[in-house]
């Protein structure tokens, strides 16, 4: 979120610094890259959001090309999404936005998918970025070629108000140690499942998620399986990314875990028993950042001239593209049209009645 909004503002001539503890820390890093409002199966202005995102990635993607010179790995594979039962693929909330498959439509989409699966849903307008290989390191350089300077390794201290409640300053210190005071009237807040601690009001928590990656024959999985518990992202030099588990109550406890690694490899011989037998190649975890309803906070924040750009949950890599552009444009001083506008109201900081967890 914060590389977006910031090559986005310096793209209009703003003058931008990127604040970072350690990059590797970011969600970008560590995600799938799925494209999938409708495999996900979201609902109500979260899928608007995620909808006009999705229709926003190619004209975005290729504004960061264009600056970075590398190729962020963008691919409209499109996601088959399997079910038990015929009754269950109705249930999905974004069933009519698919395409119905019976169980010799899914061989057909994935061939040597497991045989619990009878029924399913294919929907081509979702797809995949590769984040972790080529997004992230796109984003960087795009930044970099458009002026926006980067501190990395340091720590934001505190959040300084001025007389009237307005930001004024921003407290650092630097990766050597030495603490100093940001002038600035306007900045984003965009530090993901660590959000809370520099604006309490925030109700978001961590919740971790372990993945791995095999490398299975080039061209042998076309389409994004989007499994319950479990999904398969195949990129087109034949890496399979598996992902993720969903462990609330870790906190940020890192490392990898034996159960979570089971749940995994379960969760690929449920969907594709062949990819088993598939080398590993890496494995991670990370932390999505979750709000009580599941959805972003975008916008205005309790602190004049602080703006928010944190809590989307599992869609992160997908919201990019319209969070950059809402955010961003409000940052500039531009108003957004009617539509977009009333699409932000629903993502406002006080939204929650309390400041329960997820």
Same mark, same amino acid.
């Given at each position: ?11 209009? @001539? #703003?003058? =931008?610094?990127? %604040?970072? *503890?350690?990059?590797?820390? $970011?969600?970008?890093? /560590?995600?799938?890259?799925?494209? +999938? ?115 990395? @390794? #340091?720590? =934001?201290?505190? %959040?300084? *108000?001025?007389?009237?409640? $307005?930001?004024?300053? /921003?407290?650092?210190?630097?990766? +050597? ?108 975890w990370g932390f999505r950042p979750c709000t009580p309803d599941e959805a972003p906070i975008l916008g205005h924040s309790p602190i004049p001239g602080l703006w928010l750009a944190t809590g989307h949950h599992r869609n992160g890599v997908l919201l990019a593209a319209i969070t950059a552009e809402l955010v961003g444009e409000q940052l500039l001083g531009r108003s957004l049209d009617a539509a977009a506008a009333e699409l932000l109201s629903h993502f406002r900081w006080d939204r929650f ?6």
């Amino acid at each position: 979120m914060g590389l977006a909004i910031a090559h986005h503002l310096a793209q209009a @001539g #703003g003058r =931008v610094r990127v %604040l970072s *503890r350690r990059r590797q820390e $970011a969600a970008g890093f /560590v995600a799938a890259g799925m494209l +999938a409002p409708h495999a996900e199966g979201l609902a109500g202005p979260l899928l608007s959001l995620g909808q006009r995102s999705l229709a926003a990635i190619p004209g975005w993607v290729a504004r960061v090309e264009a600056d970075a010179g590398l190729r962020c790995g963008l691919r409209p594979c499109g996601i088959v999404v399997p079910f038990a039962t015929a009754a269950e693929r109705d249930r999905c909330p974004t069933a009519a936005q698919g395409e119905a498959l019976d169980r010799a439509g899914l061989e057909r989409e994935v061939a040597g998918l497991g045989p619990r699966w009878q029924a399913g849903l294919l929907f081509p307008q979702d797809g995949q970025i590769d984040n972790r290989r080529g997004l992230m390191r796109a984003l960087e350089r795009a930044c970099v070629e458009r002026g926006v300077g980067f501190e990395e @390794g #340091g720590e =934001v201290l505190a %959040l300084q *108000r001025d007389g009237s409640g $307005a930001l004024e300053a /921003v407290g650092w210190r630097s990766a +050597a140690g030495r603490q100093e005071l940001l002038r600035c009237n306007q900045a984003v807040l965009a530090c993901g499942a660590w959000s809370g601690r520099l604006l309490p009001q925030l109700p978001i928590a961590p919740v971790k998620g372990q993945m791995l990656s095999l490398q299975g024959p080039r061209q042998a999985l076309q389409r994004v399986i989007f499994g319950p518990g479990t999904y398969l992202v195949p990129r087109q030099d034949g890496l399979l990314v598996v992902g993720a588990t969903s462990e609330p109550r870790a906190g940020f406890a890192g490392g990898l875990t034996p159960d979570g690694q089971r749940q995994l490899e379960a969760g690929i011989a449920a969907l594709l028993p062949e990819a088993s037998h598939w080398p590993p190649m890496e494995r991670w975890w990370g932390f999505r950042p979750c709000t009580p309803d599941e959805a972003p906070i975008l916008g205005h924040s309790p602190i004049p001239g602080l703006w928010l750009a944190t809590g989307h949950h599992r869609n992160g890599v997908l919201l990019a593209a319209i969070t950059a552009e809402l955010v961003g444009e409000q940052l500039l001083g531009r108003s957004l049209d009617a539509a977009a506008a009333e699409l932000l109201s629903h993502f406002r900081w006080d939204r929650f009645s309390s400041a329960a967890g997820c």
